[in-house]
Structures are given as C-alpha cells and as structure tokens.
C-alpha cells in the first residue's frame, strides 16, 4: 500500500497541517497535585473542545519535560492537507502513529480507541486510524497522555519519540 508520512516534530510537518503542538503538565493541569485525586472521572483534558491556549507551546516533542511520577498532556489541531507528497489526499486513509516515553494513551477528537489507543505498555509504538476517507481541509485535535514509569519508581523523563500522520493510498495508481 503506497503511504506518505508528515512528520509532526519539524516545522515542515506542522506547516503542512497548520498546526502547534502545546504541552501542560499534569493529569489535569493546573490543579494541585497534577489532578491525582480518588475516583477522578477523567481528565478534560482529552477532549476535542478543551481551551489549550494558555498551555506552553512545544517545539521539540523529544525534549524531556518532567522528571519523577508525573502525567503530561500534548495537544494538537490538525488540518488534513490537499496532497503529501504532491498526492492528493481525498479519500485516503489516515493513521496516527507515536511512541510516547514512557506510557501513552492517544484521544483523537475526544475519543480513546481503547484496543490501540489506551496504554500498551512501555514505550511500546501505537497507531490508531484517524479517519477511512479524508476531506481535505478537515480538522482534527490530538490529545496525548504521557506518564513516566514505570510507575512504581519513575526514571528519567516524559517525552514523544515520534507522531507522525501516515497517509495510505489504497491503490497503487495513486
């Protein structure tokens, strides 16, 4: 299957989606103790409609952002593009593909795919499928929850290897 990937960690890649990732720390950030309280419901900070905008801006998803036991979430708009690659992009598949240091879980538009987008162990790669068809022009939020581990006695730091928007062709004609 033919695919074109966007790289979402250069300043290409974001141009080509219109996009900016911001980064908070926290399970729910801004609250005190990053959110962690008993029987929490979930962090609104997964959903699609949440107000990022006072969050940092995050130019480099590799950099190390917090050390110890720590939750941080990254956000980001994105813009399906009319073509990658000088391929148009209507009615291709997209997928969104990650690894996140240490443990990850990807909501995009609000929603977990809890088979591939919910935690899958440590710094395991994940991929979800963003959409089946595309309309160029079309917007959609990424949501990323990273926790350092393992858990029970964290090293080193939270960060993203990689996010990438993958497009697949379903015919080699593309």
């Known amino acids: 299957m033919p695919r074109a990937v ?19 720390q926290g399970l729910v950030p801004g609250e005190p103790n990053e959110g962690l ?11 699609a409609e949440y107000d990022d905008s006072n969050w940092e801006i995050c130019t480099d998803l ?4 917090s050390h110890g036991f720590s939750f941080v979430w ?4 994105v813009t399906f ?9 209507a009615g291709v598949r997209v997928q969104f593909e990650t690894c996140i240091d240490d443990y990850g879980e990807l909501w995009i538009d ?20 963003m959409t089946e068809e595309v309309t160029p022009g079309e917007q959609h939020s990424i949501a990323l929850l990273a926790a350092n581990g393992p858990m029970a006695a964290p090293g080193g730091a939270v960060f993203v290897r990689y996010a990438n928007l993958a497009f697949e062709w379903r015919e080699a004609g593309y």
């Open 62 to 65: 590799a950099k190390w952002i």
């Open 37 to 47: 309280v008993s029987q929490i419901e979930g962090s609104p900070a997964r959903l």
């Open 110 to 129: 609000g929603v977990c795919d809890r088979h591939r987008g919910a935690v899958q162990g440590f710094n395991v790669p994940q991929r979800v499928l």
């Open 6 to 24: 966007i790289d979402l960690n250069t300043e290409s890649g974001l141009a080509a989606v219109k996009g900016q990732w911001k980064f908070a």
């Open 74 to 77: 990254y956000r980001i708009n």
């Open 81 to 89: 593009p009319e073509t990658v690659d000088g391929h148009p992009t």
